[in-house]
């Protein structure tokens, strides 16, 4: 059989298409459909289980939250979760605990069949009470990172009224040192839209902002934070400026909005620039690519599947 020749599909008979449908419209009527007489769609799903670690020193995490869109779990004492997740190429896996920044894992996910995930989790950064009415800097101690709030520029996001102060937590992320610890891998959609492209990070960090009863809260429409990203990369050149990027934590992916400007000298250097939205922000450029296509041989000259 040649491997690397196109497969063929073959229609069934149009008595086998007949004989089909008439087997399906018994066995819908057996059950009787739904009220409006439509089927009911059945999503399908798979399994993923791994286990959560932290990435400051490789101990597992227990009691971590762990979900998807159709599971809900908590890690056991050994850091491990099984949970199941819909099917698709990027499923998304939230992973929270205490004392870390919230991880969006993506992984492959196949119908009735189990996915092993890794999770690392990294500490945060820094936690430090601000007010809502007059703003302030979080800074992450030994570090470039920040963000600095503006007065009245904090709502919760299932609306209503503020708090008086709320709790910002900061954590920098390295990509460059550990790339599993980037929320979605490093994909994005340019901000003119299309299709998901391949990004290099220049660096990263969380903003996290709830009250103290645990809600959260996001800038407000027309308002702007300013953050400074360490810079984090392997370029020994790193460009003046770079887009920024915010992660969607619905679609796994991240999103290009806004610009930021490096800064800073020797190991201080960091790029800063506006956001409209309390997330993970990246300051990343879109890798050009190429396709190349081959068949891979043995030595015999012979397709290896």
């Not at 102060?165 to 003119?192: D, Q």
């Amino acid at each position: 059989m040649n491997v690397c020749s196109e497969r063929v599909w073959k229609h069934r008979s149009r008595w086998g298409r007949v004989a089909l449908a008439g087997l399906l419209c018994l066995q819908l009527a057996a059950c009787g459909g739904t009220e409006n007489g439509s089927v009911p769609v059945v999503q399908p799903v798979g399994t993923v289980t791994g286990q959560v670690v932290s990435l400051a020193n490789d101990a597992p995490v227990s009691g971590a939250s762990v979900k998807t869109e159709t599971g809900t779990t908590t890690t056991a004492a050994d850091g491990k979760f099984t949970v199941s997740a819909p099917v698709g190429d990027r499923s998304i896996v939230r992973v929270e605990a205490s004392g870390f920044a919230e991880a969006f894992p993506v992984t492959r996910v196949v119908s009735s069949q189990t996915t092993t995930l890794g999770v690392k989790l990294v500490p945060i950064g820094v936690t430090e009470t601000v007010s809502v009415t007059s703003g302030g800097t979080v800074s992450v101690p030994n570090s470039p990172a920040r963000v600095t709030i503006p007065a009245n520029g904090l709502v919760p996001v299932a609306g209503g009224a503020p708090a008086g102060s709320v709790n910002v937590s900061l954590t920098p992320i390295n990509p460059a040192e550990e790339p599993r610890v980037m929320p979605g891998g490093f994909n994005g959609i340019a901000a003119g839209g299309g299709s998901v492209q391949p990004l290099e990070s220049g660096g990263a960090m969380q903003i996290d902002v709830r009250d103290s009863a645990g809600a959260r809260y996001t800038l407000a429409p027309g308002t702007t934070a300013t953050i400074r990203i360490p810079l984090r990369t392997q370029s020994a050149n790193p460009p003046a400026t770079m887009p920024l990027w915010f992660f969607d934590d619905t679609d796994g992916v991240w999103r290009e909005d806004g610009t930021a400007t490096l800064q800073g000298t020797g190991a201080n250097r960091y790029y800063e620039g506006p956001v409209t939205r309390v997330s993970y922000w990246n300051a990343d450029l879109v890798l050009d690519s190429i396709v190349v296509k081959g068949c891979v041989k043995d030595a015999n000259g012979q397709p290896v599947a």
